[in-house]
T-cell receptor
Framework: NAGVTQTPKFQVLKTGQSMTLQCAQD?????MSWYRQDPGMGLRLIHY???????DQGEVPNGYNVSRSTTEDFPLRLLSAAPSQTSVYFC??????????????FGSGTQLSVL | QKEVEQDPGPLSVPEGAIVSLNCTYS??????FMWYRQYSRKGPELLMY????GNKEDGRFTAQVDKSSKYISLFIRDSQPSDSATYLC???????????FGTGTRLKVLA
């Protein structure tokens, strides 16, 4: 059982380039989310999804797009990378039933540097 | 003011010590409280999960929630060098799907 899988583990981009961070889970979790982690700032929610076809913004959504076409996958797209997006990105999922939110399972992270 | 406040540390203790890690929060609507452990260059992993107030114990770990004071704690008994990591508190309101994390406390347990 792989859990939450993120690819790539490391990425270097130039300002203005685009890329997609991949996230897949094999636990049949309804809820998936993306966080960024910066020194002194903790984990901040970027976007989240409560099921296929449903996405919503978190605390820091600007500059990022998401879509959820399947239960398993939740890619994060950077359309035009900026140095301020240099961070470590984590995907997390949970089994969410109705309004009861369950514990999050995290991937191993993607370290992104934008030059 | 952040919704969740956590001392970043680092906190250094000798092996075998009792460790106390704490978070304060401002939103009285928070209902679910969690502690995550994060090793260097790894994703956070869930340690403890509690609903509303009270204590919960799991082996060497005890989580406490005091909703009247808006204060949560994680105690680690008989600390080991393998406990050296960053500990993050997190909390959420049922149905909001938004977890709010503290900044994390770096813990070093010295052999």
């Amino acid at each position: 059982n792989a859990g939450v899988t993120q690819t790539p583990k490391f990425q270097v981009l130039k300002t203005g380039q685009s890329m997609t961070l991949q996230c897949a889970q094999d636990m049949n979790h309804e809820y998936m989310s993306w966080y960024r982690q910066d020194p002194g700032m903790g984990l901040r929610l970027i976007h989240y999804s409560v099921g296929a076809g449903i996405t919503d913004q978190g605390e820091v959504p600007n500059g990022y797009n998401v879509s959820r076409s399947t239960t398993e996958d939740f890619p994060l797209r950077l359309l035009s990378a900026a140095p301020s997006q240099t961070s470590v990105y984590f995907c997390a999922s949970s089994y969410s039933k109705g309004t009861t939110n369950e514990k999050l399972f995290f991937g191993s992270g993607t370290q992104l540097s934008v030059l | 003011q952040k919704e969740v406040e956590q001392d970043p540390g680092p906190l250094s203790v000798p092996e075998g010590a009792i460790v106390s890690l704490n978070c304060t929060y401002s939103n009285s609507a928070f209902q679910y409280f969690m502690w995550y452990r994060q090793y260097s260059r790894k994703g956070p992993e869930l340690l403890m999960y509690t609903y509303s107030s009270g204590n919960k114990e799991d082996g060497r770990f005890t989580a406490q929630v005091d909703k009247s004071s808006k204060y949560i704690s994680l105690f680690i008994r008989d600390s080991q060098p393998s406990d050296s990591a960053t500990y993050l508190c997190a909390m959420t309101v049922s149905g909001t799907y938004k977890y709010i994390f503290g900044t994390g406390t770096r813990l070093k347990v010295l052999a």
